[in-house]
């Protein structure tokens, strides 16, 4: 009867995983944290829905790691699935397309960029996913924080949901995770004042800002504020970081959680 209470009672309150927490210290369960049998536990407990945090890595100017998509991602699809409440977040993907190998092209002319082709991407989410729903979840949720890649997204969750009609399993995109970290950004700091030759498209003051909210750990304070400002040779596109800051970021940040909740939330309750 102990062992019965102990049970009923993990699953009311439902199991969260000893792991690093984001700044704001609100983080949703990571799949990689758990046993298997903690995984099939939280899965018969309604927790269907699972978060695949797409990064990349790839060169962001003399400012910014490497690995700058896959540690904001990582955090970002933390805050969304525990604002989501039954959502389970796994593993960062951190290979995919950034421009040809040989000659190099796109950010591959960058040292530390790693770059996989467009198919072995696509069939690299599609066997994830297909793994995922093998196990029990319901929604696979693809989350890309990169641009070059959004088009293999949502092919990807156009095969799988022809593949998968009447399943009652189904991929998602949520455009308004990327929309909100770069269009729907630019306008925001638009709107406080910032000028577009500041806020770039690459490593210029809106990525900026969103690392130093994020993962300030990742920015590399001191050439940050170069001046002047470091250009396309050094991997910096159409921006100016130097009037980045957290607090601006933040914005950004708070817009691509509370707009993906709700997309997901509209899609998922239609259904």
């Given at each position: ?130 793994s995922l729903r093998v196990h029990g979840f319901r929604n696979v949720v ?18 799988l949901n022809r593949a998968w009609k009447g399943s009652g399993a189904q ?41 130093l909210a994020l993962a300030p750990e990742s920015v590399r304070a001191e ?49």
């Amino acid at each position: 009867m102990r062992g019965l209470a102990f049970l009923l009672l993990f699953l009311c309150l439902g199991w969260q995983p000893a792991q690093a927490a984001p700044t704001d210290g609100v983080t949703g369960p990571a799949l990689e944290d758990m046993t298997w049998t903690e995984l099939r536990e939280q899965i018969r407990a309604g927790r269907t829905t699972v978060l695949i945090p797409i990064g990349g890595t790839e060169q962001s100017g003399p400012a910014l790691t490497l690995g700058k998509h896959n540690v904001r991602v990582r955090i970002l699809a933390g805050r969304i699935a525990a604002g989501l409440g039954d959502a389970i977040v796994a593993p960062v993907l951190p290979y995919v397309p950034e421009g040809a190998i040989a000659p190099p092209t796109s950010h591959m002319r960058f040292p530390g960029t790693i770059s996989i082709p467009d198919a072995t991407f696509e069939a690299l989410l599609e066997a994830a996913a297909a793994s995922l729903r093998v196990h029990g979840f319901r929604n696979v949720v693809l989350l890309g924080d990169h641009g070059g890649y959004q088009a293999d997204l949502r092919r990807v969750a156009e095969r799988l949901n022809r593949a998968w009609k009447g399943s009652g399993a189904q991929v998602l995109v949520p455009t308004e995770y990327y929309d909100s970290s770069s269009a729907g950004f630019a306008a925001t700091l638009r709107e406080h004042g910032l000028r577009d030759n500041e806020i770039g498209t690459h490593a210029g003051l809106a990525d900026s800002s969103l690392q130093l909210a994020l993962a300030p750990e990742s920015v590399r304070a001191e050439r940050l504020r170069l001046s002047p400002p470091p250009g396309a040779a050094d991997g910096v596109y159409g921006g100016d970081p130097r009037r980045a800051s957290a607090e601006l970021g933040r914005l950004g940040a708070d817009a691509i959680v509370t707009n993906t909740i709700a997309a997901l939330r509209r899609t998922i309750g239609a259904r």
